[in-house]
């Protein structure tokens, strides 16, 4: 029968007894389950929930990592490099981009949302690479060249205003 005692015991025959499931046993381990701290026997140690928190915290940071290297692979392929421009040169005479609203990004989000697109989906719809969505949508517009014949696309596409 478990125990489930969080301290000493009064008999003092339970010193190698485990917390969790009463089993008698000369090796305890410290383990933390359900948020008590117990002594606990190879059986119940797999229990503990301390590793699994550590495993979180893990894979939470790789995940982090992993969108930090995305988001720099992206924006380097839109402009971290000059020679990109020294070749293509830029639209910006042709295809001037508007004074931009306060929040576009945001705005521009919620709106694709609301219509229940994903980005690659309105990108086909408009014929446009998904990394220039995405600069809209991230709020750096202006630094991934991004066109104002797409700002015009987007505000008629989504019923929205995005242009000052």
Do not use: F
Request: hydrophobic share 30%; proline share 3%; net charge negative.
């Amino acid at each position: 029968m478990a125990k489930y005692s969080t301290g000493g015991s009064s008999d003092g025959g339970d010193g190698g007894s485990c917390e969790l499931c009463g089993e008698s046993t000369g090796s305890l381990k410290t383990a933390t389950i359900a948020g008590a701290t117990l002594q606990v026997c190879s059986a119940c140690a797999p229990h503990d929930d301390a590793p699994k928190k550590r495993d979180e915290r893990s894979k939470e940071r790789d995940r982090k990592q992993r969108a930090a290297r995305k988001i720099a692979e992206i924006q380097d392929s839109q402009g971290g490099d000059s020679s990109r421009w020294e070749r293509e040169g830029t639209n910006y005479a042709d295809d001037p981009l508007p004074y931009l609203v306060s929040g576009y990004g945001d705005r521009l989000k919620e709106a694709r949302q609301d219509a229940g697109l994903q980005v690659h989906e309105l990108a086909e719809s408009l014929d446009v690479p998904e990394e220039q969505l995405m600069a809209v949508e991230q709020g750096r517009a202006a630094r991934a060249g991004v066109g104002g014949s797409l700002i015009a696309d987007l505000e008629s596409e989504l019923d929205i205003e995005l242009a000052e």
